[in-house]
């Protein structure tokens, strides 16, 4: 786990078991944790947690697959599901350590907290998502973006 902020760590769905929820909060952006979340085998496309589960106080899963910019926008919902994950981020974020993660913490998880820093706290370019992602990369230098970038180009100036 790397802390880019204070309070704000990017880290593994490996890491998840170590931490305490009574001091942190979890954000998770990848589809393995979703399904060990849920017991599932697969996702069930019907159930209200397919993508997005909101149901505890400690946690906020995404069942993201890391892949074309198209599959951060399922249901057409991806700049609203990004800004619910931020804004969960900036509501704990005061009182609790928060977790950001994804399967390898190289794409998914840190482009969280790349939105988080440029959007929220502004301690990097908000102008674009490329000067963004320029000043993150000083930041975490594992940062290395698959379709989530294209998303983030394209819809920049929504989130």
Known sequence: MIKVHPNLYIGTIHEIGGIDFAQWRLVNVAKTYHLTLHRWNKPIKTHPCYVLCEEYPHLLSMNWVDGPAHYYDYEGKGVERIKKLLEFIHTNI??????????????????????YLAKYVRVIRNTTYAAARYEFTRLYSRYQPSGIADFLTAHWDEI
């Open 94 to 115: 005061p009182t609790y350590n928060i977790l950001v993660t994804c399967d390898q913490a190289l794409s998914r998880s840190p482009s969280v907290a790349l939105l």
